[in-house]
């Protein structure tokens, strides 16, 4: 294997994020999957697909950013 620095990095940062972007992927399929079936297998809802956007969220049910207290904040509006 060859492992000059101006061949072998790039190649290593590629590998790396799609290794990255397959344990996103997995982990994104992990918490789907505890979110929409009970312990016991049951359906309990079905989530969104992937084209969801912020827009069907309520705004009372979205958590805001405050900069000047530097937390996040549930806006009950």
Not at 8 to 16: K, R, S
Not at 33 to 40: G, P
Not at 47 to 65: A, C
Request: net charge negative.
């Amino acid at each position: 294997m060859d492992t000059t620095v101006l061949r072998f990095y790039p190649t290593v940062f590629v590998i790396v994020t799609d290794m990255l972007d397959m344990l996103g992927d997995m982990v994104w399929e992990r918490i789907k999957q505890k979110a929409e079936l009970d312990i016991d297998g049951t359906v309990i809802c079905a989530l969104p697909s992937m084209h969801f956007y912020s827009n069907r969220v309520f705004l009372s049910n979205k958590i805001i950013f405050s900069p000047e207290h530097s937390v996040l904040e549930n806006k009950i509006m």
